[in-house]
């Protein structure tokens, strides 16, 4: 395999694993999950799992707590009316 196609993989991965945490959030509003558990949840390696939380943390979806956790951020959080279809 190139290295290109080795790249392209890894993005796939990465943008895979960002809608996935993105989506668990919007879903269930509330949840506040700490790296720890983050790494349990889904089995990140603790270098993953920092890199895929910055980046939410960068682009605004989550924030951190002062408690350490990370919940979905203000922002990122959309009103869906009851029995509304998700895309």
């Not at 506040?32 to 603790?46: H, I």
């Not at 270098?47 to 990122?76: E, I, K, M, P, Q």
Request: proline share 5%; charged share 25%.
């Amino acid at each position: 395999m190139t290295t290109t196609m080795k790249a392209a993989r890894m993005d796939s991965n990465v943008a895979h694993w960002l809608d996935r945490i993105r989506a668990e959030y919007r879903e269930m509003p509330g949840l506040s999950l700490t790296r720890a558990q983050m790494q349990r949840l889904w089995g990140f390696e603790p270098h993953v799992c920092a890199a895929l939380v910055d980046s939410l943390v960068a682009d605004r979806v989550l924030r951190r707590t002062v408690r350490g956790s990370y919940v979905a951020h203000a922002d990122c959080l959309i009103a869906v009316s009851p029995g509304a279809r998700h895309p």
